[in-house]
Structures are given as C-alpha cells and as structure tokens.
C-alpha cells in the first residue's frame, strides 16, 4: 500500500517523516547526504534537468542565476509584492510575470509552485527509496499566517509533485501535536515558531476529553515575511558596506562572491548561537576582509528584528484574551530560536522557561507526520482545531469590506450572503473576496473575483445565496445557489495570486519532461561527479607550495583515502562513495590547513609591503 | 424566510437509506452524517431551546463532543459527497459555537433569527439622549487630529487629551449600563419564553439595546484610536 508523510517545507531546509508503525512514534527520513534536512533549493543544469536539494545548494556559489533558494517567500505573491526583495535574491524575477511571479533560471521561467515541486519530489524520493514503496500522499505544513493565496500555491505545489495533499496544517500546530506527544502537555500553550522566513505565533488550549485530545488553536498571528533570511540579509548589507568602504570593492556585479559571502556570514550566525565571538574571513583580490565580531555587537544588530516579533505576539494574546502570564507552557520552533537573544527575550516576556527539548529544525516536521497519521489511520485519539488567520469579506459599495468570517474563527468556517441585481435584466454580480484586517479593500489582499449569472429580471428580484466556506486547510470555498429555483450555481473564481485550474493542467503536462530519472541513478551520478572535483581538486592542492612541507604520514593518508574512493566510483554504490568523500575531505584537512595559512600570511605580507 | 418556512415543513430524509432523518446530525437508521437543512438554526444544531441564558461550560462540553463527530478529519477516508456533508457540518458548528458562547452575538443572532435584524438596516442609531455629547465629542476628536497636524502647541493638545479621557472613561460606564440592561433584558426574555408572555415588545427592547451598544462602542473605539495615535 502507498504510504503518506508529513512534509515541512521550509524556506531554508524542507524535511519528510512518518509515523513508525511499530511505535507509533514519528521520525524523520534522513537523505542520501546523512542529514533529514534537504537545502529548499533548486537549480537548472545546463543539460535541461532539474537538480534540488543538497546538489542544488553547491550550486549557488558556482552558478548563482540558475539556482533559487528562499522561494517560500514568493509562494502566492504578485510582482508588486516582491519588488523590493528582488535586490537580495542572485535569481532574477521574469520581467513578463503577470500577477503570479514568475522565476528566470538559465533559459527557463517557472512559477513559485514549480519550484517548490521539484523540492517536494526530492522528497518525496527520499521517502520512496527509504520504504521501498511509493508514497503519494501527504499533509504539508504552512506558516500560519500564510493567506488563501499562498496556501492555494502550497497545495498546487503538492500536486504538481504528484502528491495529493490531504490537508495543509499550520507549522506553529504542527509542532504543538509533536510537543503534545512527546510530552502530554496541557492547558494554555504559545508556539513561537521562527523560521528561516516566516514568524508564526499562535495561542493553543490543551483539552482532555473522553474521546481524545483536543488542540485547540485559540489564536494566532506572525509576519510572513520575517526570519532568519533577515537576519542574513542585515549581516550581507554590512559586510558589503565594510568591504566597500575599506577596499573599494563592489561585489555587486559578483552574485557568485556575494553568495560565498552570504555562506561565510551564515557560518558566523550559527557559530555566534554557541561562542561568544567568532571571525569572518573572506578572500578578496589581493587582499583578505576579516572581521572579528562579539556576540554583543551581533545582538545589538539583530535585536530590532528580533522585536519585530513581539508585536504579533501581543496581538494573539489581546486576540485569545490572554496576559503572558496566564500561559502553562511556551514552546521555541524553527532554526532562528536557536539564537540565545531569541530565548532570552522569549523567557523574559513570557516569565517562563521555553521548552526547547524537540530538535526545532525537525518539530513541525514530525508534527505534519502526526496529522498524517490521524488522516490515514485514525492513529492517535488527537483532534486538531485550527483558526483562519486573517478576517474573510467581500468588497462593498465604495469600496469597503463587509467581513464574513472574522479571523482567528475556528476552521471549518462559513458564511452565507444573500445577492441580488441592482438595475433591470442585469445577468451578472461581480463578487470581489478579500482577507486581511483594514476597513477598504485596497488595503487588503484581494483573493479572488467571481461573477454570479441571473436570468434577466427586474431589479431586486434575483435571489442568489453565496456559501464561503474556510476548509480545514484554510483555503476558501465558494458555493452559490439561487434560492428562486434551489439550484446549486457552478462558481468560476478568479484568483487573483493564484494558478488557473488550466494552468496547472498545462504545468503537471510539461512536468512529464521532468519525470524523476530513478533515485539511486542520479544519486551516482551526483556522487561521481562530486567525487571526481575532489579529486582534482586534491591533486591539485598536492602540487602547490603549501603540500611541499606536509609530513608524510599525512601524505600517505591522503593517497590512500583517494585510491579507495577511485575504486568505488567504478561501483555503483552512491553511499560507499559518499562515505569515501567524506574520508578524503578529513584526511586533506591539515593540508587545507597549511594552505589557508599560506593565503592569510601573503595577505598580511602584501599590507605590510604596501604601507612601507 | 418564506421559502425557508416551506423548506422545513418538509420530510427530510437520508441521502444513503431513506429513513427519516429529520435534520439530524447522523441518520438514526444508518448512521451516515446528513446534509444540513436549508435553514440555519443555531440553537437547534446543539439541540437547545432559543434561550438567551446558556451554561457555557456545557455548550463547551457538547461543541467538543460534536468536534470528535463532525471534524473532516474523522471523514479523510470517506466517500467525496461525506466528506463534503462533514466540511458543512463541522462549519456550522463552529459557525454555531463562535456565535452562541458570546452573549451578544446570542442576542444579535437571536433578533436575525426573527427577523428584527437584517442586512445591516439601523444598526448605529444614535440615540437621542447622546446626539449632544457626541456633537462635543468629535469637535474635540477634531481639534486634537488638528493639532496633531499643525504639530501645535502642546499645552492645548494635553488639555484635549484630557478631556477625551474623561470622555472616554464616561463612554464606557455608559457602555457598562448597556450590557447589564442586556442581561436583564435577556433574562426576561428567557422568563417570558417559560411563561408564555408576549416577545414581541422584549425583542424590540433587545434590539434597541443592542443597537445603542454598538453606537457607543464605536464612539469609544474611536476615541481609544486617537488616544492611542499619540
């Protein structure tokens, strides 16, 4: 029998698990690279196909503007939406996008959804190769706050995948069901869940009924557009600005070296989770940026952008009606609640110690298997009541919103509305669905149009009843029936961020050309490929000046480790080879290490030579 | 409400059996969940006479009961036409649930049900009584957004600020009485319900009440607003 999986597909890293038959417990699925957590990048091969993960990831410093990461942020979005972030991406957004942003990669443009299917199959993949079966379904996380749009984009994104996706499930929740397991929590819990690019905060109550479990969201709220890529960008920003003021250099015109820049600061970030200071060292021409910070100076950086949170936060609480200190438990997600400023503020605000004790990397993930385990099999005595987060109306005369459903309301969630005509014979009313929280419709997210067909008539006398239905995805259903004769109304919405039902046709058509080679064969040839540039590449550092002086043992190690890995690649054996890799890449590290002094001596040479 | 009246009167039956079925949750024959009625009656979806005192912990007791019955999620592996009957249903209920633990939802919810309230027709009349005190009110709203404008000078603006405070403060124990003159008219309305008395004059008392609430608790949003603009 197929199976499902619970998928957490972030904006940095994407992960897979499954509920364990035998335990009842969930687990991650580790790739083929050791780690359950896939890079979410995807990059165009000059030869046509699609590389994801991993791969994909080196490939962003070697061939920047065929390779998009972070694509979560352009999920449901307008051009308009993404202008402002287009300076930071090394990808370059189509000049002919229309509503829905469109992706240049190489010669080729694709929609957000696009791209997140190819890290869905990648996957998916990783699923099939470690039951031996096929998976094809399964529940997909989503930030919270995500509106209809992006959702709708998530779940195109599964279909196009080949997955059917039984329910999109809020991250923040997600975690609060693999918390709840794990540990049998009760009462009021806060979910704070920082990830790469969203926040999420959502106010759950823990209720123990006769029947089971109910996690009950009662409220929720965050910024879709606010994470650890922040926190990169801020650091970018002010390691370019140094590197220009110090040595005239613009790395503008250098996606490739802005890209290696990003990933030494990145390695910076996470160093500062753990010491109190680190050192960022990034070789220019001729000369070498080298910066020494403190942990304070970093927090002092971050600290606006982490207060940026709180202000959700306080809204979720007014919402649930609630004062910090009425909350039981606290409970940190994603990545970027690694940084102590994060846990300290969070302690602070709450007055409580967050529990930490899930990897946060890996909660939602396994929260998603939970769910998917209550879809198939009815495996846990837990139920699951999610909120919509942002009010649901139509547009009004003059332009304002007349709220159906008002946010934070419990999903499944409806609302009916009466429409009639307003002059003679009119044979349409044009319906305009909104979501967000201000009074006129320009200042909210338009969700879609749709138009209702009535018979000519006089004025006033069509008697059209729409249903707006929330499902427990969060996604909106439009029924409409006339009441005049009961007869149920086919409604063609109009989305107004969102892929046609046709266009998503024509898209899983093409993506046949895409149809996954098999699993372990690409894994060899990635393998292969990888181990041949080691190779080179240490053949290469043995010739240079710095190997003249390394012991012999040293020397000895590397041949060996290198000879064995020559002798795997003949097999087709991509984890024996991958393993090799790894021995090589340990046995080279003094070598790397002469030579990495040599560069920073010359470079301190070369100062000295010029201020004489 | 004509057609709906009609509606009602009809025999409902299961889509799956036949049987009498009655608009209930569950067919009583096979079990299968039911369509909804073509009228929405919250009350009757949690089984309760439309009285206006409700005991919220057993309301709480019995929307999780019917969250365990009616929740897709116990239809994921049901046919598609079930799964939709469960998606209606479990929107009622929490359409239901939002609407009847608020006690002035319940009341407003109450005066739609029978028809006093429709489409949004005078729900903000000013009442009499407040038409001068609201003329001060936004004379002085309007000085301050002035002020704020002109950047002017700061001994005015604290003085306005003042004066709105003490506005305000008198708006809300004037919105106080209106919520206590609500549960005592909502509690008539439940004596009269067991009594047998007329409703018709209750229900025009609660909808006049309710609609000087929402009068008065947008004149203190919107003094809360411009105080918190500062």
């Known amino acids: ?612 | 409400m004509k057609e709906a009246q009609t509606l009602t009167a009809r025999e409902l039956h299961c889509w799956n059996c036949g049987a009498a079925a009655g608009g209930t949750h569950f067919c009583p024959s096979c079990g299968k969940i039911q369509p909804l009625p073509p009228d929405t009656d919250y009350f009757a979806f949690f089984g309760l006479p439309r009285r206006l005192g409700l005991d919220a912990h057993a309301l709480e007791a019995s929307y999780h009961e019917l969250s365990w019955r009616l929740h897709p999620d116990r239809f994921a592996q049901a046919s598609e036409a079930e799964r939709r009957l469960s998606l209606d249903r479990s929107a009622q209920l929490n359409d239901a649930f939002r609407t009847l633990r608020d006690p002035v939802r319940r009341v407003e919810y109450l005066l739609w049900l029978t028809g006093r309230r429709r489409e949004g027709e005078n729900k903000q009349q000013a009442p009499p009584e407040l038409l001068e005190e609201v003329f001060e009110l936004n004379e002085a709203l309007e000085e301050l957004r002035q002020a704020r404008r002109t950047g002017g000078d700061g001994a005015a603006a604290t003085s306005l600020r003042r004066q709105l405070e003490a506005e305000r403060q008198k708006l809300e124990t004037m919105l106080e009485a209106v919520d206590a003159e609500l549960v005592e008219a909502s509690a008539a309305w439940d004596r009269a319900l067991d009594s047998g008395a007329a409703v018709e004059p209750l229900l025009d008392r609660l909808n006049g009440i309710l609609n000087r609430r929402s009068y008065i608790r947008n004149l203190v949003e919107n003094v809360r607003q411009e105080l918190a603009a500062d």
């Open chain 1, 1 to 612: 029998m197929a199976r499902t999986v619970g998928i957490d597909l972030g904006t940095t890293y994407s992960l897979v698990a499954y509920v364990d038959p035998e335990t009842g417990r969930p687990r991650v699925i580790p790739g083929p690279y050791g780690t359950p957590l896939c890079p979410s990048v995807v990059s165009l091969d000059p030869d046509g196909s699609i590389v994801a993960g991993e791969p994909a990831r080196r490939r962003l410093l070697t061939q920047p503007d065929r390779t998009i990461y972070s694509v979560k942020r352009l999920m449901g979005r307008g051009v308009e939406d993404v202008r402002e972030e287009q300076k930071l991406f090394s990808f370059r957004i189509d000049p002919e996008s229309r509503q829905v942003v469109r992706v240049r990669l190489g010669e080729r443009v694709f929609t957000p959804p696009e791209i997140s299917a190819f890290i869905l199959r990648e996957l998916k993949a990783w699923a099939e190769e470690h039951f031996q079966d096929t998976v094809d379904r399964a529940v997909i996380t989503v930030p919270a706050y995500f509106n209809d749009a992006q959702r709708q984009a998530t779940r195109d994104a599964g279909r196009l995948a080949g997955l059917e996706v039984l329910r999109l499930v809020n991250e923040p929740t997600a975690a609060a069901l693999a918390y709840g397991l794990h540990e049998q929590q009760r009462g009021l819990v806060a979910v704070y869940d920082l990830g790469g690019g969203t926040f999420d905060i959502s106010i759950l109550k823990l209720i123990s009924t006769t029947e089971g479990d109910i996690y009950q969201v009662l409220a929720t709220c965050g910024d879709t557009h606010l994470g650890g890529d922040d926190i990169d960008n801020l650091l970018l920003g002010i390691a370019r600005d140094e590197i220009h003021h110090r040595f005239r250099v613009d790395l503008e015109a250098a996606p490739e070296r802005i890209q290696e820049l990003r990933k030494a600061l990145i390695q910076a970030k996470h160093e500062l989770s753990q010491a109190e200071q680190t050192r960022v060292i990034f070789p220019l021409d001729g000369s070498v940026y080298e910066r020494h910070i403190t942990r304070e100076e970093f927090e002092d950086w971050i600290a606006p952008i982490i207060e940026r949170t709180f202000g959700p936060v306080r809204q979720a609480l007014a919402d649930a009606g609630l004062q910090p200190a009425q909350l039981d438990e606290v409970v940190l997600v994603g990545g970027s609640t690694r940084l102590p400023l994060v846990r300290r503020r969070v302690e602070q605000f709450f007055g409580r110690r967050p529990h930490t004790e899930l990897n946060p990397d890996e909660v939602v993930a396994l929260g998603a298997a939970v769910q998917a385990g209550i879809l198939t099999r009815g495996a846990q005595p837990m139920l699951l009541l999610d909120v919509t987060p942002l009010s649901l109306g139509i547009e009004t005369m003059g332009g304002v919103v007349a709220k159906l459903i008002p946010r934070n309301s419990t999903i499944p969630a409806s609302a009916q509305e009466l429409f009639t005509t307003g002059v003679d014979n009119q044979t349409g009313i044009e319906i305009h669905v909104l979501q967000g929280e201000r009074e006129l419709a320009r200042d909210c997210r338009s969700l879609a149009r749709f138009t209702l067909r009535v018979p000519p008539m006089p004025a006033g006398m069509a008697r059209v009843e729409v249903r707006f239905t929330i499902d427990a995805s969060g996604i909106l259903q439009v029924r409409a029936r006339d009441l005049r004769t009961g007869q149920e109304q086919g409604v063609e919405v109009r989305p107004s961020y969102g892929l046609t039902d046709a266009e998503i046709e024509r898209m899983l058509e093409e993506s046949i050309e895409y149809a996954e080679q098999d699993f372990a064969q690409r894994q060899l040839i990635e393998a292969r490929n990888e181990a041949e540039s080691i190779l080179h590449y240490t053949e290469k550092s043995l010739a240079s000046e710095a190997a003249a002086e390394l012991p012999d043992d040293d020397r000895t190690r590397i041949a060996a480790a290198a000879t064995a890995l020559r002798q795997a690649m003949v097999g087709t054996d991509y984890k024996q080879i991958r393993r090799l890799i790894d021995e090589l890449n340990q046995a080279t590290l003094p070598l790397a290490e002469r030579m990495m002094n040599r560069v920073l001596a010359a470079t301190v040479e070369g100062r000295r030579l010029e201020e004489l």
